[in-house]
């Protein structure tokens, strides 16, 4: 491929989790890109292994830290969201034109990194007897990839800026529960990939806010907008408003979130 736009379909449209990652993974960072090209949607995006089966996230039930099972369907679970990611990041490049050349190499850059990110947990789920697939999984990642498809400012507002950033809240308490069963190196991956994380969401903050500059918009009030058209999930505390300061999200945008009556300072005390 002679274009890094172009490029990103292939692994994007992979079935084959860890072939997935590997071909991302093998994507030439210095490709020209095209910036204004229109790509025409090719089928069957995203590529998906026959397993795991997806079911309605509200089907999936906490797994038990007392079992070996137990812990491998958490790391399991972490895996099926960096499979998705890897997903995200590669669509966001071909789907959308006429962003600056720096916006699609920021992405490819984050596919190789979530990239990275599966391969360390499929890898750790093999020490434990388990491969990816062997437990069931949700779809609500690339739901809202769907319902974002043609509106690049709705995408990075509901996906780096919402459900990625909610990993960073979620991050301490999982690590925590891996840790607290004795996987220590479940903890490390974990480590590495809110290290990472909050480099994809200060970048999903980044191009939202040269969006709503170019377009001319309020960024907290266009974002609860979004929010709302798009019906993201609404989100709950506790928030890790240090990750969060740290990807960029200011005080304004922090105290919309906590609301009127809580305090930014106060709130990001450790606890």
Known sequence: MSD?????????????????AAAALALPVDLPVDTGAIIPAPAGIPGRPARPQLVPHIRLKPPSMRTPAG???????????????????????????????????????????EATHFT?????????????????AHNALWDMAERTQYD??????????????????????VRAKLVGAGDHAAGAILDVILR????????GNRWY????????????TTYAELAERHQAPRLRAPFNLEARRAAGFDEAELQALLGPAQDTGLSARPR
Request: proline letters at 6%; one cysteine or more.
């Open 71 to 113: 812990i491998a369907a958490l790391v399991h679970s972490i895996a099926h969201i960096e499979l998705n990611a890897i997903d995200l990041a590669l669509d966001i490049c071909w789907r959308f034109p006429g962003m600056p050349e720096a916006f699609y190499r920021d992405w490819l850059r984050i596919a190789q990194e």
């Open 209 to 220: 806010r040269f969006l709503c500059e170019q377009r001319g918009l309020d960024p907290i």
């Open 120 to 136: 360390l947990l499929r890898n750790h789920l093999l020490t434990l007897g388990f491969d990816y697939g062997d437990f069931d």
């Open 4 to 20: 890094l736009r172009l490029a990103t379909i292939g692994p994007l449209l992979t079935a084959d989790a860890p072939a997935k």
């Open 196 to 203: 990472d994380e909050i480099g994809h969401v200060a970048a």
């Open 152 to 173: 690049l400012l709705a995408r990075i507002a509901l996906v780096p800026r919402t459900l990625e950033a909610r990993g960073l809240d979620a991050s301490p308490a």
